[in-house]
């Protein structure tokens, strides 16, 4: 089974030398080799692709007509901008020995869309990863029935989960391990991907800043299925040092609407005053603390913290991973959470590590947050709130009971573990007035 798995969604923070991010070869290298090549073997064939429809509930009569972009709304994938045949971000050709069929890669989770446009290094804020690995299993002839859970609500992934049980069939030289690692497994983290134009100011990885942000190898880690071997991680080392001087040149997409610029010109005073000490400044002299904010003193859901066993962190520290030069980088502990940078942070909801915050406006006034809401989980226009920046939801007083688990995943519900909205009060002091001005100053980051 952790062959069909074929991917690890753990976020990837870089921050390596200033050469080797400005280093134009290098990061055309990156691009190409990102937008090209599968680092996994195809646990599927092309026909499961055609066929991806007949799993679908209810039940279809015959093959819905527009079927690429039907595949791409059934599970909240988006058009490559950039040559990848008729597949969506995320989901490529490949190829293992003499077989030739679909793999995944970084882009099912890091490949978003805002107002209909696709970005690579945008989190995929969309995405139904229960139901696209279950339905693609079905239709290669498996059960579907997964290890543990994928995703508990539709747009975040179980990525810890993802990497306690990927690194459990692995001695620390990477050799496969026939009696796996019995770590304890959490699966419900409930991770929101970050964008990765925000890595290249950071110094540490992850939500919980558990990792140094120089290693290559760290970001190497979805590729931990069966058929890859030490040999091939240590031949596609260099090609990952490419991808990563890439991801170090993104820059994040500019708000596309009007901004009220003497509003935005308040907002900026009242950010730099409220919230500059965890969030840096910006322009062109811009500062960044990487400030980790208490567990106690940010008040967010703790089951990411809490969430990765000790014993995960002690293999990574004696692996291949951490040896990247001989003192190695090291798995880290902190006392709590980053606070992000908040470049193009119009185009990032949800809000929070795991998602629970559908607006801008709801960060800054933690009373005005849905207790359980959902949305349309498109990505164009209509679905967007300019005003609270953010998406547009449907709230409830109570969870509704929806037929499939498919749809219940719609649902994100916060009173469910892992999935709390509480926390981040700092802008409940502030007047209506000043967090529109906040709010407005923010579009222009």
Not at 34 to 40: M, P
Not at 119 to 145: C, H, P, W
Request: include cysteine; aromatic fraction near 12%.
């Amino acid at each position: 089974m952790c062959y069909r798995i074929g991917i690890l969604l753990t976020a990837t923070f870089i921050v390596p030398t200033t050469a080797q991010a400005n280093d134009p070869q290098r990061i055309e290298g990156g691009k190409k080799a990102l937008e090209t090549r599968a680092f996994t073997p195809p646990p599927w064939s092309f026909s499961g692709y055609e066929n991806v429809w007949k799993q679908w509930q209810p039940a279809l009569e015959k093959k819905p007509e527009n079927y690429d972009e039907a595949v791409r709304e059934r599970y909240g994938l988006h058009a490559a901008p950039f040559d990848n045949g008729k597949y969506p971000m995320g989901l490529r050709s490949a190829e293992f020995l003499i077989f030739k069929g679909l793999a995944t890669d970084c882009l099912l989770c890091h490949g978003g869309s805002i107002l209909g446009k696709s970005y690579v290094g945008l989190g995929n804020s969309a995405l139904d990863i229960q139901a696209f690995f279950e339905d693609f299993n079905r239709t290669a002839g498996l059960s579907g029935k997964l290890p543990f859970t994928f995703s508990n609500v539709r747009g975040t992934s179980e990525a810890g989960a993802m990497a306690v049980y990927l690194q459990s069939f692995r001695n620390p030289d990477l050799s496969l391990k026939l009696d796996r690692h019995k770590w304890e497994l959490r699966d419900d983290l409930c991770e929101d991907p970050p964008a990765w134009w925000l890595l290249k100011k950071k110094k540490t990885m992850y939500h919980t800043a558990g990792a140094d942000a120089r290693s290559v190898r760290s970001i190497m880690q979805f590729m931990l299925t069966p058929n890859n071997t030490l040999a091939t991680f240590e031949r596609d080392e260099p090609v990952f040092k490419d991808i990563q001087a890439y991801l170090l040149s993104l820059e994040a997409p500019r708000y596309p609407f009007p901004i009220d610029q003497p509003l935005a010109d308040t907002g900026r005073t009242l950010f730099e005053k409220k919230c500059s000490q965890c969030h840096g400044t910006y322009g062109k002299d811009w500062t960044y603390p990487n400030k980790i904010v208490p567990l106690a003193q940010i008040g967010t859901d703790a089951n990411r913290f809490n969430g990765l066993p000790v014993k995960l962190g002690e293999f990574y520290n004696e692996s291949w991973f951490a040896k990247e030069k001989p003192e190695g980088y090291k798995s880290l502990q902190s006392a709590g959470y980053q606070a992000p940078p908040l470049d193009g942070v119009w185009a990032t909801a949800p809000y929070l590590h795991n998602g629970s915050v559908p607006t801008l406006y709801n960060m800054l006034d933690s009373k005005s947050r849905p207790r359980i809401f959902t949305r349309s989980f498109r990505t164009d226009e209509a679905a967007y709130d300019k005003k609270k920046v953010g998406w547009k939801i449907e709230a409830f007083d109570a969870a509704p009971k929806r037929e499939t688990a498919f749809e219940n995943r719609k649902i994100y519900d916060t009173t469910q573990p892992g999935r709390g909205n509480a926390g981040h009060t700092f802008g409940d002091t502030l007047t209506d007035d000043q967090r529109w001005a906040i709010i407005e100053y923010l579009k222009t980051l």
